[in-house]
């Protein structure tokens, strides 16, 4: 199932946070736990770092927001 979400993200350690936007994310987020979603038109993979708010899914007038440890992208 995917869901949507507003996507920050990390590129690399250190690097400054990125507004990737209205994303579709899979599977379900849960903090420290990896999800799927497309960076620069590319399948990306982060950790969890931060959903906002915490209890989203009580809540289903809002959309979410979460913030990503991106995994190292291949170099193509």
Known sequence: ????????AHAKRGAPLEDLGMLSVSPKPERAEL????????????????????????RPDLIPTIHVQMAPQKET
């Open 1 to 8: 199932m995917k869901y949507t979400m507003h996507v920050f």
């Open 35 to 58: 999800v799927h979603f497309e960076y620069r038109g590319q399948p990306a993979t982060g950790i969890v770092t931060l959903i906002d708010p915490h209890n989203w899914e009580r």
